[in-house]
């Protein structure tokens, strides 16, 4: 156990003290002086002594265990630093918070959550529930993207973005109204997240949700045209179909070249920088299996009605 020494140093034998009387004399400091001053960090007098005088209970006893000392005064920083998280308040820009995708959660959205949920278990979590009232998302709820990709219900996250600043999931950090900190946040923000790379990855992602939502919308409005074919000819079927065709291939040009960008970050070693390229990878093949899907459909569709 760690203890402390309160002898006075004592010189060598081969070197004689300075006289009290010799110009250099100092007094040496009585370890006495300094006790009061730790006693009171090294003891809990109600624990101790329940039954202990008022003088005796402000300065406990002279004999003290230094290791539950620091144990103390290490468990009293952390509680005072939770509690400084918890009265700390750094709002968000009403940009960034304008700025947030919301989204309607439609059975296309529900099926590339859970292919997400299937091959990417470390954040599997995040894909199936929120992480604020921790209920499972259910079809047609609005939820609300984080640019860290981390999701949430709506109603639940757009409180506490209001005012604080960060995912709760990651602790990405969002604009906040403290121009003097700006500075300070991107920097830390890009040490965190992989730099430079870490960066582009945020991008990537935020083009592949882009080509989601677009996909998302095909999805409806091919859905609802469905319903209405029996008064549609076949010459116009025809046309609807070459449209809707040249549409997916469109969608799934700009999901490959998306691919390929994330091709060139293959070699990075932050672990961070893997794991979402994986992620972002694992949602876009997710995407174009649907993409592939609707091809098919439109084409049988359409030649069963011929």
């Given at each position: 156990?760690?203890?402390?020494?309160?002898?006075?140093?004592?010189?060598?034998?081969?070197?004689?003290?300075?006289?009290?009387?010799?110009?250099?004399?100092?007094?040496?400091?009585?370890?006495?002086?300094?006790?009061?001053?730790?006693?009171?960090?090294?003891?809990?007098?109600?624990?101790?002594?329940?039954?202990?005088?008022?003088?005796?209970?402000?300065?406990?006893?002279?004999?003290?265990?230094?290791?539950?000392?620091?144990?103390?005064?290490?468990?009293?920083?952390?509680?005072?630093?939770?509690?400084?998280?918890?009265?700390?308040?750094?709002?968000?820009?009403?940009?960034?918070?304008?700025?947030?995708?919301?989204?309607?959660?439609?059975?296309?959205?529900k099926q590339i959550m859970?292919?997400?949920?299937?091959?990417?278990?470390?954040?599997?979590?995040?894909?199936?529930?929120?992480?604020?009232?921790?209920?499972?998302?259910?079809?047609?709820?609005?939820?609300?993207?984080?640019?860290c990709g981390h999701v949430?219900?709506?109603?639940?996250?757009?409180?506490?973005?209001?005012?604080?600043?960060?995912?709760?999931?990651?602790?990405?950090?969002?604009?906040?109204?403290?121009?003097?900190?700006?500075?300070?946040?991107?920097?830390?923000?890009?040490?965190?997240?992989?730099?430079?790379?870490?960066?582009?990855?945020?991008?990537?992602?935020?083009?592949?949700?882009?080509?989601?939502?677009?996909?998302?919308?095909?999805?409806?409005?091919?859905?609802?045209?469905?319903?209405?074919?029996?008064?549609?000819?076949?010459?116009?079927?025809?046309?609807?179909?070459?449209?809707?065709?040249?549409?997916?291939?469109?969608?799934?040009?700009?999901?490959?070249?998306?691919?390929?960008?994330?091709?060139?970050?293959?070699?990075?070693?932050?672990?961070?920088?893997?794991?979402?390229?994986?992620?972002?990878?694992?949602?876009?093949?997710?995407?174009?299996?649907?993409?592939?899907?609707?091809?098919?459909?439109?084409?049988?569709?359409?030649?069963?009605?011929?």
């Open positions: 156990m760690f203890t402390i020494n309160f002898n006075i140093y004592v010189p060598p034998s081969s070197m004689e003290p300075s006289s009290p009387h010799s110009p250099h004399f100092s007094q040496p400091p009585n370890a006495n002086f300094f006790i009061p001053f730790f006693i009171p960090f090294f003891t809990s007098p109600q624990q101790s002594h329940p039954n202990a005088t008022p003088h005796h209970s402000q300065y406990g006893s002279a004999f003290f265990d230094p290791q539950q000392f620091f144990q103390n005064l290490a468990n009293q920083s952390f509680q005072n630093y939770q509690q400084d998280q918890i009265n700390k308040k750094t709002p968000t820009t009403q940009r960034a918070i304008q700025e947030l995708p919301n989204f309607t959660l439609t059975p296309f959205r859970n292919d997400q949920c299937c091959s990417c278990s470390e954040d599997a979590s995040n894909t199936q529930s929120c992480a604020v009232c921790l209920c499972e998302f259910e079809e047609q709820e609005v939820l609300t993207r984080l640019p949430f219900h709506k109603d639940c996250i757009m409180p506490w973005i209001k005012d604080h600043n960060s995912c709760p999931t990651c602790r990405y950090e969002l604009a906040t109204e403290d121009p003097e900190r700006e500075a300070a946040r991107l920097k830390n923000m890009k040490d965190r997240f992989g730099g430079e790379h870490g960066w582009k990855v945020f991008e990537i992602s935020n083009k592949i949700e882009n080509v989601l939502n677009k996909v998302d919308e095909f999805v409806t409005n091919y859905q609802c045209k469905k319903q209405n074919q029996v008064h549609v000819t076949n010459e116009n079927l025809e046309i609807q179909k070459n449209q809707d065709l040249r549409t997916l291939q469109r969608l799934d040009g700009e999901l490959m070249n998306l691919t390929i960008e994330l091709d060139n970050l293959e070699f990075q070693d932050n672990s961070w920088i893997k794991k979402q390229r994986k992620a972002q990878i694992v949602k876009i093949q997710s995407i174009l299996r649907v993409l592939d899907q609707l091809k098919e459909e439109i084409n049988k569709t359409t030649n069963r009605s011929l």
